[in-house]
């Protein structure tokens, strides 16, 4: 198959270029920035017209969409430009590779859960009551999608951290091992995801959408959950960030939520039912401190 990958500089997509590596396929990798040392194509997903004449030009059959406008906090005061990037830029791919009757795989987030009071994983139609900016133009995403109706594989995921990029699990590296004491909020509950395991599920999916018959649609298109397996608040994500980062004579302590001021409130509870996805798909998802542990040991073996 012929697949394009949209944000390819960031951390899922970098995480993308390392699976292709090892794939059969054949892979575009394109951004609206360039990184040194890899190859990418310039495509602007805001412009439907590019994105056809991409999908034409090198016979495109998927589309994985790894961009976004990400920062929670920034979208709160940039609803325009969040709802631009998040819905209709992902409708222009829907639209595309509808067309050429390609599959698109979507990129979400569990931010569109979180108004509700949670105590159990939330499921994948469980309705949307996102509690910000961010994650209400991610939800309006997956429903254009929806309406375009072309085949396509949403997946919500959640915490992404990798080796590149700016992320949670880098930060605290840092911060652990420089300062003598941490707060670090220990009332808002989730899974960390590492992106080289969502990009390894995504090439799953890939691969089993290139098996069956793309003329009459393909069976498995939906909205799936993927998130490393486990539940921890980000405190705990911390300690064990520490752990294994041998940063451990920092003091970490946990505090509440509201004790860091924030434009927007997070969920406080988004922890992900992967049941489908493993069902479905036959996908054995990582604990998440085996994939943490990984990371860690790759990012201390490029020092």
């Not at 994985?64 to 940039?78: F, H, K, M, P, Q």
């Not at 960030?241 to 946990?254: K, M, S």
Request: aromatic residues 10%; charged residues 20%.
């Amino acid at each position: 198959m012929n697949i394009l990958v949209t944000g390819a500089n960031g951390q899922l997509g970098n995480e993308m270029r390392i699976i292709a590596r090892g794939s059969g396929d054949t892979y575009f990798f394109t951004d609206v920035s360039q990184q040194e040392g890899v190859e990418t194509f310039f495509l602007d997903i805001t412009d439907l017209q590019a994105i056809r004449d991409m999908v034409v030009a090198h016979q495109i059959d998927a589309i994985v969409n790894c961009a976004a406008y990400t920062n929670v906090d920034a979208a709160e005061s940039n609803e325009a430009l969040a709802e631009k990037l998040n819905a209709e830029a992902p409708e222009n791919l829907a639209r595309a590779i509808k067309e050429v009757n390609g599959m698109l795989v979507q990129i979400s987030t569990d931010y569109v859960f979180g108004k509700e009071p949670y105590n159990v994983p939330c499921k994948e139609d469980q309705q949307g009551t996102p509690t910000g900016v961010y994650g209400m133009t991610k939800l309006h995403g997956e429903q254009k999608i929806m309406a375009i109706g072309c085949k396509h594989v949403i997946i919500r995921t959640a915490w992404l951290y990798s080796e590149f990029g700016k992320n949670f699990c880098k930060t605290m590296m840092n911060l652990t091992a420089t300062k003598p004491q941490l707060k670090v909020v220990f009332d808002q509950v989730g899974t960390p995801t590492y992106a080289l395991d969502l990009a390894k599920a995504i090439a799953h999916v890939l691969a089993d959408y290139s098996k069956e018959s793309k003329d009459d649609g393909y069976s498995k298109t939906g909205i799936y959950h993927y998130s490393n397996e486990g539940v921890c608040s980000w405190y705990d994500f911390t300690k064990m960030i520490a752990e294994y980062n041998g940063t451990t004579a920092c003091d970490v302590q946990p505090c509440h939520s509201n004790e860091f001021p924030s434009p927007v409130t997070r969920p406080s509870y988004s922890v992900l039912d992967k049941t489908k996805i493993k069902e479905t798909f036959g996908i054995r998802i990582p604990y998440w401190t085996e994939s943490l542990k990984q990371c860690i040991s790759n990012l201390k073996n490029e020092k």
